[in-house]
Structures are given as structure tokens and as C-alpha cells.
């Protein structure tokens, strides 16, 4: 390649050859704008130019030296390599304040990270990868499918650099977030080996907490096929928790999946995501159906729903009443549009999965017609959400209609009640097609009046308050209640006789050490602890203090 100066030299001989042919002022000015034109092109190709690096490929660097987060060290690093892979790799677009722990949560995944510096105030990091295999793999990996940090997609690419040097005052700082990151990779082991770390497993057990919207087996395929290719689930009920085993095609999008998702909350500030690895290799699912699905044999048959868990080849405990049961239906039909690519804490993000839409109207049915009563359907349902009306149907009275505040809180109510037993009898809750419950007309007569009530206006809704911790302590119907709002003046043997006076055996009871205005009371079975919450939830204890009475996920 020809040098500037020698490209000088021809350019300056030619415009004095032409300048002395040139005839006339015309031929004097188009000669002007060609030396400009020329010079303006040398300006961009001289000494001093450096060529951009293609995206995804090289970062470029106009220094030797990066500043450090506080801008107060200096790092030195190696002269420009070529654009080839190397265990130095480049990331841009970082969110602003990003902390060194949220970058190499990013790496961790792929192998050891041995120095990482961070740009803050060019929201760019640099880190090396104990491996130029394990950079290749990450590269490579994240190709497909980009990351995220707190929802904004970050970029990362091969450094020109093949390694990092800097002081250990100056990386001080980055060290001690690769160690507390690799803590909270949990069950990724670090080593020195080259590439990715082996996952324990593909398969990966997931507990959702704090279940206020209901999690279907759809919504957790939508989240987790953003990681890889999902093969099979399986959902449960286990210890009154939702729970699922789900296989991916490969260990490496489980071991991913599980870095970037566990502890992230699927709607906002709820249905909390617990992850571990499971000790199973893989799954067997035999149905396909609303409770488990292979994504690779759609020749399944859906088969009925055993509640042993047989039909997954799993040995699984029984799902019982507080599972989702086989007629809920939950199609969410919308992306992932942002899942956070690191473990975020304190504040958890949501993955950004809309809430249900649908009506709020629940159709009941094969309820006792002689002990059924509209207050009764209120207080019950009102566990989960807030009931506006309820209508027992004057010609079906084993029928009747729960209108809920919204579609969200009619899923919920259906997810948890569809399948208990009332008065002796197993419920059946579905969606209506009504969109509302009608209040009865004039000219309808004093009973079918009292069939109808209309409790928008209650004071025992539980959820009428923005952000209230009700929100946070939905459970399915279980044999131990939770009690609170216990007066000082009230102890265990009243409450017990409370209620043993109503016909309730109490089989255990204990106060919450560091609170005796709560207490839990566990029951002979889940259809009698129904029937006392029904009975006792709002009872007066003393001095206008009333009881309140709910579902508990705990056992004594």
C-alpha cells in the first residue's frame, strides 16, 4: 500500500500538469474542485484514520489505555490484534450504573471470567474468559439469542485484544463481583476447564411463589424457549406450591436459562420463579394435555388426568384440588419482548407476560341447594379477589353466578376452587358466558331477591387496596387456616373453642412467635378447614375486632 506522502507527491505533479494546460477560468475552476475533492479524500484515508471494526466482529479503540469505573486508574493493554476470536470479548450498549456483577453473571454460564473491566461512563465493559473456547461458545451462543440486562439488549463481540492487564488495586473491584457472582450461580461449578461448564442436567425444576396470576404450562414455555429449544414440561402441586419440570433439547440453555431466570417474577411483583436443577436426566411424559405436554410427540393422546401422577412416568404426589384443573385454559398469545439476560435483586423485574384477558363472570355448579347462599359463595371466593355479585339461580339452585372485579381474579378463583368439595359436594367452576351478573328486576318476587346480592360495596374485600400484602398470600384451599387480627385479650384455648363450638375438630395450633395477632389452626382435611373459613372468617373476637381467616401454604 502506497504511503500518504508518496499518494501527496503524485497528486500535486498531476494538478501542475493539468493547471498548465488549462485554458480559460472555466477549466481553472472545475480544476479547483477536483483538488478539493482529492484532499477531502486524503483527509479520510491519511495516517491519522482508523478503520471501524464490523459489528458483532472487533471493538474499536483509539487509546492504549481504559479508564476504570472511577475514572482514577489506568489499565494498559496489549496492541491491536487482528479480528479473529479471543478470550477477550467486548460489551456495549451496558444500561447506565450497570454493576460489574451484572456482567459477569452474563459469562458465568460459559466458563471462568479472570479480569473484567467496566467503562462506566461509556456504558461499555471488557472481560477475559479463562478460554478462548469459552469466549467462542458464548459469542456464539448469545448470537442467537442476544441477552439483556434489566430489559435492554446488550451487544458483545471478540475484542482485538488477547488479553487484559491491569494491577490487582485496580481490579480489586471487578474480582470480588466474579466471586459473589459465582455464588449466586448456585449449582454452575467454576473450573478451569475450556468451554462451557456441564450443566448437572437438562431438566430443571421450577417453583412459582407468590401465585396471584395463574401460570400455565403455555406461559412457562413462552418464557423459557427464549433460552432453547423446551422439549417437555410437566406441572404439579407439591407442599400447595405450583411447580413444573421442564427438559430442554440441551444442558447449556438449562444452565442458561436458570442464571438468567431464577428469581425473576413473571408478572409484576408476583409469581416468583424458584430454579434448580433437577436430578432427573429426562422426562417421560406419556399425555398431552392441559398438565404436562411433549413438544416432540404431538401423537400423544391428552389420556384423562390421573391425579397420582402416573401418566408422566414421574413419580410425582397427588395434585388434588389445589392444582389447576383440567378445564383451565390459559393462552397468553403474546412474546417475551424483554427477559432479563442476569439475576437482578433487589428489585426483581417482571418477564413482561400480559395478564389474562377474558370475562369475569364464573359459572358454579353442583353446589347444595339446601345450604348454599349467596354470602356463602362471597366469602369464599373472596379468597381470590374481589366479589362484585352472586346470583343462585332461581330454577337451578345447585347453579349459580360469581361475578369477580376482573378476568384475572375470575382465572384465579377457578384455578383454585374448581374441584373442592363445598357442603360435601365437588364444585364445578368455569368461565360464564354472561358478562355480568343482573341484579333481579322490580316484579321479581322476596325469593328470588334474596338470590341475588350485590357486595361491590363490601368492606370485607380483601384487595380493594393497592399493593396490599393479601396480594402476596394466595394459596390454595389447604387444612391449615391462617388467622389474624387476633386481639391481645384473646389466647389459644378460645380461639380452639372458637372453633370446636362450630363443630371444626382442631388438630393443631400455634402463634406466630414475633406476631400473636396471627396464628395458624390446622384442621382434619381441606373440606372442613373450607367450611370454617366460610363459618368464621370476619367473626367478632372483642371489642369490635373481627377475625380474619385465610388459606395457609404451611403446615404445624
Do not use: W
Not at 347444595?368 to 355479585?389: A, K, N, T
Not at 368439595?421 to 328470588?448: D, F, Y
Not at 370454617?532 to 381467616?549: K, P
Amino acid at each position: 500500500m502506497l504511503s500518504s506522502d508518496v499518494i501527496n507527491q503524485e497528486v500535486s505533479s498531476r494538478v501542475s500538469v493539468a493547471a498548465a494546460e488549462a485554458r480559460g477560468p472555466k477549466q481553472l475552476f472545475f480544476l479547483l474542485i477536483i483538488i478539493i475533492i482529492l484532499r477531502l479524500l486524503l483527509s479520510d484515508h491519511g495516517p491519522e484514520s482508523t478503520l471501524r471494526s464490523p459489528v458483532g466482529c472487533c471493538e474499536n479503540m483509539s487509546s492504549a489505555h481504559l479508564s476504570t469505573v472511577d475514572g482514577t486508574d489506568r489499565l494498559c493493554v496489549s496492541e491491536r490484534a487482528q479480528c479473529v476470536p479471543s478470550p477477550v470479548l467486548h460489551l456495549r450498549q451496558l444500561p447506565a450504573d450497570t454493576s460489574e456483577q451484572e456482567v459477569v453473571d452474563l459469562a458465568l454460564p460459559f466458563g471462568r471470567v479472570s479480569k473484567l473491566i467496566t467503562l462506566r461512563t461509556k456504558n461499555q465493559a471488557f472481560l477475559e474468559m479463562a478460554s478462548e473456547e469459552a469466549a467462542v461458545t458464548m459469542v456464539n451462543y448469545y448470537t442467537s439469542a442476544p441477552p439483556t440486562i434489566r430489559n435492554q439488549p446488550v451487544f458483545i463481540q471478540y475484542s482485538t485484544h488477547r488479553e487484559l492487564k491491569t494491577d490487582n488495586l485496580t481490579n480489586q473491584r471487578a474480582l470480588q463481583a466474579i466471586s459473589t457472582a459465582a455464588v449466586h450461580s448456585g449449582n454452575m461449578g467454576l473450573s478451569e476447564g475450556r468451554g462451557l461448564i456441564p450443566a448437572p442436567s437438562a431438566v430443571l425444576r421450577i417453583i412459582v411463589e407468590n401465585l396471584f396470576y395463574p401460570v400455565t404450562l403455555e406461559v412457562l414455555q413462552q418464557i423459557f424457549s427464549k433460552f432453547g429449544s423446551v422439549l417437555k414440561i410437566i406441572t404439579f402441586t407439591r407442599n400447595n406450591q405450583f411447580q413444573a419440570l421442564l427438559q430442554f433439547s440441551d444442558a447449556v440453555h438449562a444452565q442458561h436459562a436458570k442464571a438468567s431466570l431464577d428469581g425473576q417474577n413473571i408478572y409484576n411483583g408476583c409469581c416468583t420463579l424458584r430454579i434448580d436443577f433437577s436430578k432427573l436426566s429426562a422426562l417421560n411424559v406419556k399425555y398431552n394435555n392441559d398438565k404436562s405436554r411433549d413438544f416432540t410427540r404431538a401423537d400423544l393422546p391428552s389420556g384423562e388426568l390421573d391425579p397420582a401422577g402416573a401418566a408422566f412416568g414421574v413419580a410425582l404426589p397427588p395434585y388434588g384440588a389445589a392444582a389447576f384443573p383440567p378445564s383451565f385454559h390459559q393462552h397468553t398469545g403474546l412474546p417475551v419482548t424483554a427477559v432479563p439476560g442476569s439475576l437482578m435483586s433487589p428489585p426483581r423485574m417482571a418477564l413482561q407476560v400480559a395478564p389474562p384477558a377474558g370475562h369475569s363472570v364464573l359459572l358454579v355448579s353442583n353446589l347444595d341447594p339446601e345450604r348454599v347462599s349467596p354470602h356463602c359463595l362471597f366469602i369464599l371466593f373472596g379468597v381470590y379477589g374481589d366479589v362484585q355479585r352472586v346470583k343462585i339461580l332461581f330454577n337451578k339452585k345447585e347453579n349459580a353466578l360469581v361475578q369477580m372485579s376482573d378476568a384475572t381474579q375470575a382465572q384465579l378463583a377457578m384455578s383454585h376452587l374448581n374441584g373442592q368439595r363445598l357442603h360435601g359436594n365437588v364444585i364445578r367452576v368455569t368461565l360464564s358466558k354472561h358478562p355480568v351478573v343482573q341484579l333481579p328486576r322490580g316484579a321479581a318476587g322476596p325469593e328470588e331477591q334474596t338470590l341475588t346480592q350485590d357486595f361491590s360495596g363490601s368492606a370485607l374485600h380483601r384487595f380493594k387496596k393497592p399493593g396490599s400484602k393479601n396480594f402476596n398470600n394466595i394459596f390454595p384451599p389447604s387444612a391449615t387456616l391462617h388467622l389474624s387480627n387476633i386481639p391481645s385479650s384473646v389466647g389459644e384455648d378460645s380461639l380452639k373453642d372458637l372453633f370446636s363450638s362450630r363443630g371444626f375438630a382442631v388438630k393443631a395450633f400455634k402463634f406466630f412467635q414475633k406476631d400473636r395477632k396471627m396464628a395458624l389452626l390446622q384442621l382434619a382435611s381441606v373440606e372442613e378447614a373450607v367450611e370454617a373459613l366460610i363459618t368464621l372468617h370476619d367473626q367478632e373476637l372483642d371489642h369490635n375486632q373481627h377475625l380474619r381467616v385465610s388459606f395457609s401454604k404451611s403446615t404445624i
